[in-house]
């Protein structure tokens, strides 16, 4: 795979446009430095709209004095995400042009052969990745889910039971995982992370017993209340034990202060009924007048 930068019969633009087409790299030597390499692959991305993939420090200063083209880290995995047409200067190790060839996100560029790339461009970010701890597939409702632990398929499932719950105002809620397997031979095993996360009201599961397809037994699940319904059953007792009697002799008290406020009203709406019929008027003449 690729071109040997070979100037005998082709100029560096023209190589370009003939790795291209083929998507390949144009691999260099040791003594071909200054010889307007990166110059023609930026007038070569311009052309064709192309990111530029370089390492760190060149990728920052290209950036710069030339602002309408993309120059890309090759360490930034992130940024080179669902590009296409990518070129690539030399300096960017082997392995992360492969993997960019791969992918079929490659167009051309230049590589130093392996054995001249400095050790330390060959720390490559684009090493494959680690398993997920817990994977789920599930092709419709109806479908026995695929389950991958740390890589590895899970067989002879009798249980998968993953829940994910985000915080409120009792904190935060840790992920619960229990997988529960069954071989032929009745052997019961299982995989589980924060048994007790969950309580019995967060369950779909039913209250009873799990039955192994194979008849070998039986598996029972004991179910422990989770901290959310710890707290809300705390909570609960609380108000009924403590607040709930406070607040029914506040309004008994509030009740017969309300029933003495009503009968002064009216013992006073009396006295001026009174007033009024005798003297015409609600208040009546004052007996300290004084007369000129």
């Not at 010889?35 to 990728?59: Q, V």
């Not at 047409?85 to 960017?92: I, K, L, S, Y």
């Not at 105002?169 to 969950?198: F, L, M, W």
């Amino acid at each position: 795979m690729g071109y040997e930068l070979n100037l005998s019969h082709l100029s560096i633009s023209d190589l370009l446009e003939k790795a291209a087409e083929k998507n390949e790299i144009i691999y260099t030597r040791r003594n071909q430095r200054r010889l307007g390499k990166t110059t023609a692959l930026i007038r070569f991305a311009r052309e064709n709209n192309s990111p530029i993939l370089m390492i760190p420090d060149m990728a920052h200063t290209y950036q710069k004095e030339h602002p309408d083209l993309t120059f890309i880290d090759y360490k930034d995995e992130i940024a080179l995400d669902g590009l296409t047409n990518v070129v690539c200067d030399e300096g960017v190790p082997l392995k992360v042009i492969e993997r960019l060839h791969g992918l079929g996100q490659l167009l051309t560029g230049f590589a130093i052969e392996e054995e001249m790339v400095p050790v330390y461009l060959t720390k490559s970010l684009f090493q494959p990745k680690p398993s997920p701890l817990l994977q789920i597939e599930l092709d419709d409702v109806n479908a026995v889910p695929r389950v991958f632990y740390k890589g590895e398929e899970i067989k002879n499932k009798v249980r998968v039971d993953f829940s994910y719950l985000t915080g409120d105002e009792y904190g935060s809620k840790p992920i619960y995982i229990d997988i529960v397997t069954c071989s032929e031979e009745g052997t019961v095993r299982g995989i589980s992370h924060n048994q007790g996360a969950i309580g019995v009201d967060e369950r779909r599961l039913g209250t009873g017993e799990l039955n192994s397809n194979d008849n070998q037994g039986e598996l029972r699940v004991e179910k422990k209340p989770s901290l959310l319904t710890k707290a809300i059953h705390e909570n609960v007792s609380n108000i009924v034990d403590k607040e709930l009697p406070h607040l029914e002799q506040d309004l008994k008290n509030a009740k017969k202060k309300v029933s003495v406020i009503e009968k002064r009203i009216a013992e006073r709406r009396e006295l001026v009924d009174e007033a009024i019929k005798k003297f015409g008027h609600p208040i009546p003449p004052s007996p300290f007048k004084l007369h000129s």
